[in-house]
Protein backbone atom coordinates (compact mmCIF):
# COMPACT_ATOMS: atom_id res chain seq x y z
CA UNK A 1 0.00 0.00 0.00
CA UNK A 2 1.39 3.50 -1.29
CA UNK A 3 1.44 6.47 0.64
CA UNK A 4 -1.47 8.77 0.33
CA UNK A 5 0.43 11.67 -0.40
CA UNK A 6 2.15 10.25 -3.06
CA UNK A 7 -1.07 9.04 -4.86
CA UNK A 8 -2.89 12.87 -4.52
CA UNK A 9 -0.15 15.42 -4.71
CA UNK A 10 -0.94 18.20 -2.37
CA UNK A 11 -1.37 21.47 -4.42
CA UNK A 12 0.99 24.52 -2.77
CA UNK A 13 -0.07 27.93 -2.85
CA UNK A 14 2.09 29.02 -5.72
CA UNK A 15 0.84 26.39 -8.15
CA UNK A 16 -2.59 26.60 -9.73
CA UNK A 17 -5.62 24.16 -9.08
CA UNK A 18 -6.52 22.16 -11.72
CA UNK A 19 -9.83 22.77 -13.55
CA UNK A 20 -12.37 20.14 -14.87
CA UNK A 21 -12.51 19.44 -18.15
CA UNK A 22 -16.44 21.02 -19.55
CA UNK A 23 -15.90 19.92 -23.06
CA UNK A 24 -17.46 17.06 -24.45
CA UNK A 25 -15.93 15.01 -26.09
CA UNK A 26 -16.42 14.74 -30.11
CA UNK A 27 -18.09 11.22 -29.24
CA UNK A 28 -19.95 11.91 -26.87
CA UNK A 29 -22.25 14.76 -28.74
CA UNK A 30 -25.92 14.79 -28.87
CA UNK A 31 -27.00 12.07 -31.78
CA UNK A 32 -30.19 10.55 -32.46
CA UNK A 33 -30.31 7.30 -33.19
CA UNK A 34 -32.51 5.58 -36.03
CA UNK A 35 -34.89 4.29 -33.35
CA UNK A 36 -35.33 7.97 -31.73
CA UNK A 37 -35.80 9.46 -34.75
CA UNK A 38 -38.32 7.18 -35.79
CA UNK A 39 -40.18 7.65 -32.70
CA UNK A 40 -40.37 11.54 -32.88
CA UNK A 41 -41.50 10.78 -36.72
CA UNK A 42 -44.39 8.86 -34.90
CA UNK A 43 -45.20 11.42 -32.49
CA UNK A 44 -45.44 14.37 -35.26
CA UNK A 45 -47.53 12.31 -37.51
CA UNK A 46 -49.95 11.23 -34.44
CA UNK A 47 -50.04 15.04 -33.68
CA UNK A 48 -50.80 15.26 -36.95
CA UNK A 49 -53.46 13.37 -37.81
CA UNK A 50 -55.41 14.44 -34.40
CA UNK A 51 -55.37 18.09 -35.61
CA UNK A 52 -56.92 17.14 -38.74
CA UNK A 53 -59.34 14.98 -37.32
CA UNK A 54 -60.67 17.60 -35.11
CA UNK A 55 -60.57 20.49 -38.17
CA UNK A 56 -62.59 18.16 -39.82
CA UNK A 57 -64.89 17.03 -36.98
CA UNK A 58 -65.23 20.61 -36.32
CA UNK A 59 -66.40 21.39 -40.72
CA UNK A 60 -68.41 18.56 -40.58
CA UNK A 61 -70.79 17.85 -37.28
CA UNK A 62 -70.72 21.62 -36.38
CA UNK A 63 -74.58 22.63 -35.51
CA UNK A 64 -76.41 24.43 -38.16
CA UNK A 65 -76.00 28.45 -38.31
CA UNK A 66 -79.47 29.49 -36.15
CA UNK A 67 -80.98 32.36 -38.56
CA UNK A 68 -83.05 35.06 -36.73
CA UNK A 69 -85.51 36.35 -39.23
CA UNK A 70 -86.89 40.09 -37.71
CA UNK A 71 -89.81 41.53 -38.96
CA UNK A 72 -89.90 45.49 -38.97
CA UNK A 73 -93.48 45.51 -38.14
CA UNK A 74 -92.63 44.14 -34.51
CA UNK A 75 -90.85 46.99 -33.34
CA UNK A 76 -90.76 48.01 -29.54
CA UNK A 77 -94.03 50.30 -29.18
CA UNK A 78 -92.55 52.17 -26.64
CA UNK A 79 -94.55 55.64 -25.53
CA UNK A 80 -93.05 58.33 -24.00
CA UNK A 81 -95.23 60.74 -21.85
CA UNK A 82 -94.18 64.26 -22.98
CA UNK A 83 -94.77 66.08 -19.39
CA UNK A 84 -93.01 63.97 -17.31
CA UNK A 85 -90.43 61.90 -19.33
CA UNK A 86 -86.60 63.16 -19.27
CA UNK A 87 -84.14 63.81 -21.51
CA UNK A 88 -82.78 59.88 -21.37
CA UNK A 89 -86.58 58.76 -22.67
CA UNK A 90 -86.38 61.62 -25.18
CA UNK A 91 -83.78 60.12 -26.61
CA UNK A 92 -84.87 56.49 -27.11
CA UNK A 93 -86.75 58.39 -29.97
CA UNK A 94 -85.54 58.18 -33.55
CA UNK A 95 -84.16 61.30 -34.71
CA UNK A 96 -83.90 62.60 -30.92
CA UNK A 97 -80.14 63.11 -30.10
CA UNK A 98 -78.90 64.47 -26.06
CA UNK A 99 -79.05 68.33 -27.21
CA UNK A 100 -83.07 68.17 -28.88
CA UNK A 101 -83.77 65.79 -25.72
CA UNK A 102 -82.23 68.41 -23.19
CA UNK A 103 -84.20 71.31 -24.81
CA UNK A 104 -87.26 69.87 -24.72
CA UNK A 105 -86.96 69.21 -20.87
CA UNK A 106 -85.65 72.19 -20.26
CA UNK A 107 -88.67 74.28 -22.45
CA UNK A 108 -91.36 72.42 -20.22
CA UNK A 109 -89.11 73.74 -17.15
CA UNK A 110 -89.30 77.10 -18.51
CA UNK A 111 -92.28 78.01 -20.27
CA UNK A 112 -94.64 74.87 -18.07
CA UNK A 113 -96.31 71.95 -19.43
CA UNK A 114 -97.78 70.97 -23.06
CA UNK A 115 -100.99 71.37 -23.57
CA UNK A 116 -100.90 69.10 -26.27
CA UNK A 117 -98.54 67.02 -28.50
CA UNK A 118 -98.57 69.41 -31.19
CA UNK A 119 -97.12 71.74 -28.12
CA UNK A 120 -93.69 70.25 -28.93
CA UNK A 121 -93.09 71.41 -31.75
CA UNK A 122 -93.06 74.77 -30.12
CA UNK A 123 -89.19 73.91 -28.73
CA UNK A 124 -86.22 74.64 -31.25
CA UNK A 125 -84.99 71.67 -33.16
CA UNK A 126 -88.16 69.96 -33.56
CA UNK A 127 -90.52 70.97 -37.20
CA UNK A 128 -93.17 69.40 -38.50
CA UNK A 129 -91.51 66.51 -40.17
CA UNK A 130 -89.64 65.70 -37.05
CA UNK A 131 -92.89 65.99 -35.05
CA UNK A 132 -94.65 64.02 -37.29
CA UNK A 133 -92.30 61.31 -36.89
CA UNK A 134 -92.15 61.33 -33.54
CA UNK A 135 -96.06 61.54 -32.68
CA UNK A 136 -97.37 58.02 -32.52
CA UNK A 137 -94.70 57.20 -29.82
CA UNK A 138 -96.10 60.54 -27.72
CA UNK A 139 -99.01 60.76 -25.29
CA UNK A 140 -100.17 63.01 -22.70
CA UNK A 141 -102.10 61.90 -20.26
CA UNK A 142 -102.32 64.83 -18.51
CA UNK A 143 -103.16 67.34 -20.94
CA UNK A 144 -106.83 68.66 -22.49
CA UNK A 145 -108.33 66.38 -25.05
Known amino acids: M?????EHPAATPD?????PDLTPAPDTAL??????????????LV???????????LRLLRPP?????RSPENTLAMRVEI??????????????????A???????EKRGPFQNVEDVSR???????????????LQCSDCDK
Open 2 to 6: GNIES
Open 15 to 19: SPAPS
Open 31 to 44: TLTRRDRLFLSGCA
Open 47 to 57: ILALMTLRIVS
Open 65 to 69: EVEVL
Open 83 to 100: NSATWVEWMQLEGIGETT
Open 102 to 108: RNIVADR
Open 123 to 137: VRGIGDAKLAAMRPY
